[in-house]
């Protein structure tokens, strides 16, 4: 058996006594990381949670704006156009307005102004201007939920030709 004198006893206490004390100041604060770690989840969670009947319905109304958008440009069928027009403008004054962003608006107006009886546009900027509603969608869409899409081509005929 070993045997040590009281100054090396004393010496090895010091040194066992010491790795205790800096485990648990290394536990502890291993612990209080993951405490605050976890609580800064929780929030975020809770903020998406308070975001998502308003996310849900800006979902909603620019899947609405954009079906009509696309029935415009794309049906041959006069009535059904003339709904989706008034769909549009309704949607357009209203509805739109309490969900959308920047970049929506401003692509919707562009629309509104090709689409309108006295416009000058042609049927390839009112399908481009249809176009670009969607994808501002699909992006605001995904900024809402913190989510990033892979982003769609613009122009499809560009791109074949």
């Given amino acids: 058996m070993l045997k040590l004198s009281e100054d090396e006893a004393r ?3 010091a040194i066992y006594k010491g790795a205790l004390v800096a485990g648990l ?3 502890s604060a291993w612990t209080l ?3 605050f ?4 989840e929780e929030r975020e ?3 998406i949670e308070a975001r998502k009947p308003f996310l849900e319905k800006r979902f909603q109304v620019y899947n609405e704006i954009v079906l009509a958008t696309a029935t415009i440009v794309t049906n041959a069928d006069p009535t059904e156009v ?3 027009k008034a769909n549009f403008w309704v949607l357009y004054s209203g509805p739109l307005t309490l969900v959308e962003d920047r970049q ?9 102004e090709c689409i309108n009886e006295s416009a000058k546009c042609d049927e390839l900027m009112v399908r481009d201007r249809a176009e670009t509603i969607a994808a ?3 992006e605001s869409v995904g900024e809402g939920w913190g989510v990033r899409f892979p982003h769609a081509p613009r122009n499809v005929r560009a791109i074949i030709q």
């Fill in 45 to 47: 969670t809770a903020a």
């Fill in 82 to 84: 003339k709904k989706a």
């Fill in 25 to 27: 100041i290394l536990g």
């Fill in 33 to 35: 990381t993951q405490y």
């Fill in 104 to 112: 929506v608006k401003d692509a919707v107006v562009q629309f509104g």
């Fill in 136 to 138: 501002f969608c699909r």
């Fill in 11 to 13: 010496g090895l206490d």
């Fill in 37 to 40: 770690l976890h609580r800064a």
